[in-house]
């Protein structure tokens, strides 16, 4: 016993020491995330954020927060997600430009590859955007892009098509391609107009290959490709969240929960720094549980963006008349290519706006 509390009491200055890093460093004169990002559109053209949780709707109104910005309107103007095909544009564009009102719904039933996309925030930040837009002059108003692989659900008539389209190299190789087309879209856009905010979920976002010398495994992350094309004109930032234990899939903070101590101590006032040699990009990086990795943090961002503590994250489900009497039996048809049944129950559940 006696072992063992010397043992502690050698670890515990060490221990002090390295959680007074990130205190001591916080502590210094960091912008608001949205005075950092004005900064870092001023320097690169492709920004690529780290979606939390898709469900999360916090992080929504953090983005249009940004998006809403006089700056951000008349110098960026373009935002790309990962949460809408190529396939939707033209509906995207004819809400949120030309106005017509009628295709919210729409949208938001055809938007994905999966039967339906029901997270609330998909829904409540383009009707956000679409009032602000109507708020502009047309040539000044946000334009929505979407970056995943093109998909009609009008073209998947049986389970043959459907299995068809997952064993193709587009749907293989999503993350290349979704990559492909944003690549290409900078080259084409006007000068005036090349910049863009590109919000990707979770690894897609990651700028390298996870990988160890031991262990040769990676993933193909949407970001790495832009970044290897484009190296001087993109960047990426993570957004402050949380990430999964690898067996249980429970909730598991970063940096032991060292960071959101520090946070915690700082008055978790929203902030945005560099992570290239600070105490928080020189960590390990535990992001992704599934593979072990000796790269840190700064190998993989290159900026961090703290906007609220994990205890006021919100996930919210539902969306009001989504699954309407018109559109029952296509999202019965869709359920049956995937193998389930839609119940009454389940449409009630996806029509009412459930949070946690």
């Known amino acids: ?5 010397y043992c502690i009491m050698l670890l515990l200055p060490y221990s002090v ?9 916080l502590k210094q004169d960091h912008p608001t995330p949205n005075n950092y990002l004005k900064s870092i559109f001023k320097q690169k053209d492709i920004v690529v954020f780290c979606e939390r949780d898709h469900p999360e709707t916090t992080q929504y109104d953090f983005f249009y927060g940004l998006v809403s910005q006089n700056w951000f309107i008349e110098n960026v103007g373009t935002i ?3 949460v809408a095909t190529q396939s939707i544009q033209k509906e995207l564009d004819d809400y949120l430009i030309n106005g017509n009102n009628t295709l919210l719904l729409s949208i938001c039933r055809n938007n994905t590859h999966s039967p339906l996309w029901q997270k609330t925030n998909f829904h409540d930040f383009l009707k956000r955007i679409h009032t602000l837009n109507f708020s502009l002059k047309k040539e000044q108003r946000i334009r929505i892009i979407g970056a995943d692989i093109p998909f009609n659900w009008s073209n998947i008539k049986n389970k043959t098509d459907l299995a068809n389209f997952k064993n193709s190299s587009v749907y293989l190789n999503r993350d290349e391609s979704m990559s492909t087309f944003i690549i290409d879209w900078y080259k084409k856009a006007p000068k005036i107009k090349n910049k863009a905010l590109v919000i990707m979920n979770y690894r897609h976002s990651y700028g390298n290959l996870y990988s160890t010398s031991a262990q040769n495994s990676y993933t193909p992350n949407c970001y790495r490709f832009i970044r290897i094309a484009l190296p001087e004109i993109s960047t990426n930032v993570f957004l402050n969240r949380f990430t999964y234990s690898k067996f249980l899939g429970l909730r598991k903070k970063h940096g032991k929960g060292k960071w959101d101590k520090s ?7 929203p902030l945005g720094f560099a992570l290239k040699d600070s105490p928080f990009g020189i960590d390990l ?8 990795t000796d790269l840190k943090w700064q190998d993989f961002f290159d900026h961090f963006i703290f906007y609220n503590p994990i205890n006021e994250f919100i996930n919210s489900f539902g969306v009001k008349n989504l699954v309407d009497d ?8 869709r359920y049956r290519l995937f193998g389930n049944k839609l119940s009454d129950k389940k449409i009630l559940k996806i029509n009412t706006i459930k949070t946690y």
């Open 263 to 269: 946070f915690l101590k700082n008055d978790n006032k």
């Open 285 to 292: 990086f535990d992001d992704y549980p599934y593979l072990k």
């Open 80 to 82: 790309i997600i990962e």
């Open 1 to 5: 016993m006696k072992y063992f509390i």
């Open 17 to 25: 020491t390295g959680q007074n890093n990130y205190d001591t460093f």
């Open 326 to 333: 018109s559109f029952k039996s296509e999202l019965t048809r």
